[in-house]
C-alpha cells in the first residue's frame, strides 16, 4: 500500500504540472469532463434498456441468455481501446527502481493505477446499468453480486492486464505481437462466421453460472497478474531505454537503410527517420498499428467480397478512409515530433530544408505503398467502376492527402516520447487530429457522392486528377513546404522543450 500511495501522490503531481492539462486549462478540463457526461449518458442509458430492446427484436429468445452470450465479445473490444487509447504505465517504472522503495510494490502499484482511468469508467458504465436491470432483479443476491464480480473481473482488470502485456510484448518482440494480434482476429472471425461459436458458448457459461464462472474468472485473473509482474519485471531489470540492444538491428534493417541511403533523394535523412522508427518503441508501435488497421479496413470489404459475391459501398469507404492512406496518416499526424531528439543538430547542420522536406515525404509515401500495391491484386474482382475510383482515391491520397499531412506538420509541435511504448495514434493527445481530419473526411464525402448519384468514374476523376496536381507540383518544386519549415522552426523548437514529458 505504501507504493500504490507513493505512486498515486506522484501521478497527482505530474497531472497538476502537465502544461497541457494542468491547473492552467481549467476551461479544458471542464469541457473534456462536459463531453465525457454527454457521450456516457446515452451509453448508460443503452446500457439499461438492452433488455427491452433485445425482447422487442427478438421476442421469442431469452434476453437475459442473450446478455450473456455477449459479455465475453467486451474483453477483446475494451482491450483494444486501452491498447490504442491508454499509454501504458510500465515505461514510468524505471525512473523509481533506484528509490528505496520495493520494487514488486511498485509494480503492483503501476498495475493497480492503470485501472484508474476512463476505459474503467467505460466499463462500469456498461455493466452496471444492464446488470441493475436484469440481473439483479430476476436472480438472488449472491448470484447476483458473482455476476457483477465477474463482469467487471473480465472488462476492467483483464482488460487492463491484457493491453499492458500487448503494449510490452509490442516493444519485446514486435513480429510476435503482429502474430498475437492476427491469431486472435482469425479466431474470432472463424468462430463468427463458420462456427461453432464456442466464444458465445464460454460466454454463457461464465456468465450464467455466476460462481462458476467467478471462480475460473478470478483464477484467470490471478494468472495474469502474475504473468503481469513477470513481464514488467524483466523490462525493468533489461530497459532498452538505457541499455544497448543486445541483438543489434536486425539485417533487413540494416540492408532498408542502406538502400535508403544510397538510393532516395536526401538518402542519408531518411536512413535517420527509418532508423529513429526502430529504435523508437512507439514509433513502432504507431507505424505496426496503421499497417494493421489498413490489412484490417481492406479485410472488411475482401470479407463482403467473399460472403456476398461483391463488395458494397461500405467496403469501398473502408478501403478509401483507412485501408490506403492510414499508415501514412497515423505516421503524419506526429512526423516532425519524431525529429524532437535531434531537431537542434538537424536545423544547425547545413541540411537545405528541401531535403528535410524530402526525407520526410519519402516516409510518409513509403506508409502509402501496402494499401496502394493491394489494389492491384483487389481489381479484378470488383466493378470496373470501383476499380476506376479506388485508383483515383489512391492518387488522392499520393497527391493531395501526403503534401497536405507535410505541409501541416510544423505546426504539430508536441515530441514524441522515445520512452513510451503506446501505440495509441498521436491525434488522440492533442487538437493535431482535427487539423488533419479533413484530408479522409474528403474521399468519406466522395464516396457518399458517388454512391447517391452514381457518378464513380466523375467523383474518380475529380479524385486522381487533384492527386496527379499535387503530384505534379512536388515534383516541380518543393519550396513551400521548406518555406513553411523554415517559417515554424523557432516556434517548433519551443514548442518542443515546453511539450518535453513531465
Known amino acids: 500500500m505504501r507504493a500504490i500511495r507513493f505512486l498515486l501522490r506522484h501521478r497527482v503531481t505530474r497531472w497538476l504540472r502537465d502544461p497541457r492539462w494542468g491547473t492552467g486549462t481549467v476551461a479544458g478540463q471542464v469541457v473534456l469532463v462536459g463531453l465525457l457526461l454527454l457521450l456516457l449518458a446515452p451509453l448508460g442509458l443503452g446500457s439499461y434498456m438492452l433488455g427491452d430492446v433485445l425482447r422487442e427484436l427478438f421476442p421469442e429468445a431469452d434476453a437475459l441468455a442473450l446478455i450473456n452470450a455477449g459479455m465475453l465479445y467486451l474483453v477483446p473490444a475494451l482491450m483494444a481501446s486501452r491498447f490504442l487509447l491508454q499509454s501504458p504505465p510500465s515505461e514510468q517504472v524505471a525512473s523509481y527502481a533506484v528509490l528505496p522503495v520495493s520494487r514488486r510494490g511498485l509494480l503492483n502499484g503501476q498495475a493497480f493505477l492503470s485501472l484508474l482511468s476512463v476505459h474503467t469508467v467505460f466499463a462500469i458504465v456498461l455493466v452496471v446499468p444492464v446488470w441493475a436491470a436484469e440481473i439483479a432483479t430476476a436472480w438472488s443476491p449472491v448470484a447476483a453480486g458473482a455476476w ?20 510490452l510484448l509490442l516493444g519485446w518482440r514486435p513480429r510476435g ?31 450464467g453460472r455466476p460462481l462458476v464462472g467467478l471462480a ?8 495474469l497478474h502474475v504473468g503481469l509482474l513477470r513481464a514488467m519485471q524483466t523490462r525493468l531489470e533489461v530497459d532498452r531505454r538505457t541499455m544497448r540492444r543486445r541483438d543489434g538491428p536486425s539485417w533487413w534493417e540494416q540492408a532498408l537503410r542502406r538502400w535508403a541511403e544510397r538510393t532516395l533523394p536526401a538518402g542519408r535523412l531518411v536512413a535517420l527517420e527509418l532508423r529513429q522508427i526502430f529504435r523508437t518503441r512507439r514509433m513502432r508501435g504507431i507505424a505496426l498499428m496503421g499497417i494493421i ?43 516532425y515530433g519524431i525529429s524532437a531528439g535531434h531537431v537542434d543538430g538537424l536545423f544547425t547542420r547545413p541540411h537545405p530544408f528541401s531535403e528535410v522536406v524530402t526525407a520526410k515525404l519519402a516516409l510518409l509515401w513509403t506508409g502509402l505503398l501496402p494499401g496502394t500495391l493491394l ?95 499535387g503530384l505534379g507540383v512536388v515534383a516541380w518544386t518543393l519550396r513551400p513546404f521548406a518555406r513553411q519549415l523554415n517559417q515554424h522552426r523557432h516556434a517548433m523548437l ?9
Open 148 to 167: 457483477l464480480a465477474t463482469a467487471l473481473l473480465l472488462t476492467v482488470v483483464l482488460a487492463s492486464h491484457g493491453a499492458i502485456l500487448l503494449h
Open 177 to 207: 505481437f503482429a502474430g498475437v494480434i492476427a491469431l486472435v482476429v482469425g479466431l474470432f472471425s472463424v468462430d463468427a462466421t463458420l462456427g461453432p461459436d464456442l466464444f458465445r458458448a464460454a460466454s454463457r457459461v461464465i456468465l
Open 216 to 223: 475460473c474468472t478470478a483464477f484467470l485473473a490471478t494468472g
Open 293 to 335: 488497421c489498413a490489412v484490417l479496413f481492406y479485410g472488411v470489404g475482401i470479407s463482403e467480397l467473399v460472403l456476398k459475391g461483391a463488395i458494397g459501398v461500405n467496403g469501398i469507404l473502408y478501403i478509401v478512409s483507412f485501408g490506403i492512406g492510414w499508415p501514412s496518416f497515423t505516421v503524419g499526424s506526429v512526423i
Open 375 to 469: 489494389l492491384p491484386a483487389l481489381a479484378p474482382w470488383i466493378r470496373p467502376d470501383y476499380a476506376v475510383f479506388l485508383l483515383g482515391c489512391a492518387l488522392y491520397w499520393w497527391g493531395v492527402g501526403t503534401p497536405a499531412i507535410l505541409y501541416a506538420g510544423p505546426r504539430f509541435r508536441t515530441p514524441v516520447d522515445t520512452a513510451a511504448s503506446s501505440a495509441s495514434m498521436a491525434m488522440t493527445e492533442s487538437s493535431r487530429g482535427l487539423i488533419l481530419l479533413p484530408i479522409p473526411f474528403g474521399l468519406m464525402v466522395g464516396t457518399i457522392t458517388a454512391y447517391a448519384t452514381g457518378g464513380w468514374l466523375l467523383v474518380a476523376a475529380v479524385l486522381g486528377g487533384a492527386g496527379l496536381a
Open 494 to 502: 519551443e514548442g518542443f522543450r515546453e511539450n518535453e514529458p513531465v
